[in-house]
Nanobody
Framework: VQLVESGGGLVQAGGSLRLSCAAS????????MGWFRQAPGKERDLVAA????????YYADSVKGRFTISRGNAKNTVYLQMNSLKPEDTAIYYC????????????????WGQGTQVTVSS
């Protein structure tokens, strides 16, 4: 599975961005997907995850109520809608795939995208 993120950029605080992650491979629907982020000098943390079916989701406390993860298996794409963005959301955002169920630990994921930069100005 190859993953390619897009949709990052510069936005003012309070604004919105929608990240996309396009996956290649015929077994995309068998993978749980996660969005991680890494700010300078900090660890890479899970922001949101979605089960292979899309029926189960996970959100970090810091983004609950502001971010929404979704997937379109027909399009082999996972999305992260980010609303009410804050300067502390500034980071490189990565999508990742894990066979079967999602996990909060980055080392559990099998495939990674190259990342997309999100910068939120105050």
């Amino acid at each position: 599975v190859q993953l390619v993120e897009s949709g990052g950029g510069l936005v003012q605080a309070g604004g919105s961005l929608r990240l996309s992650c396009a996956a290649s491979g015929r077994t995309f629907s068998s993978y749980a997907m996660g969005w991680f982020r890494q700010a300078p000098g900090k660890e890479r943390d899970l922001v949101a995850a979605i089960s292979w079916s899309g029926r189960s989701t996970y959100y970090a406390d810091s983004v609950k109520g502001r971010f929404t993860i979704s997937r379109g298996n027909a399009k082999n794409t996972v999305y992260l809608q980010m609303n009410s963005l804050k300067p502390e959301d500034t980071a490189i955002y990565y999508c990742a795939a894990r066979y079967s169920i999602y996990d909060t630990a980055q080392y559990e994921y099998d495939y990674w995208g190259q990342g997309t930069q999100v910068t939120v100005s105050s």
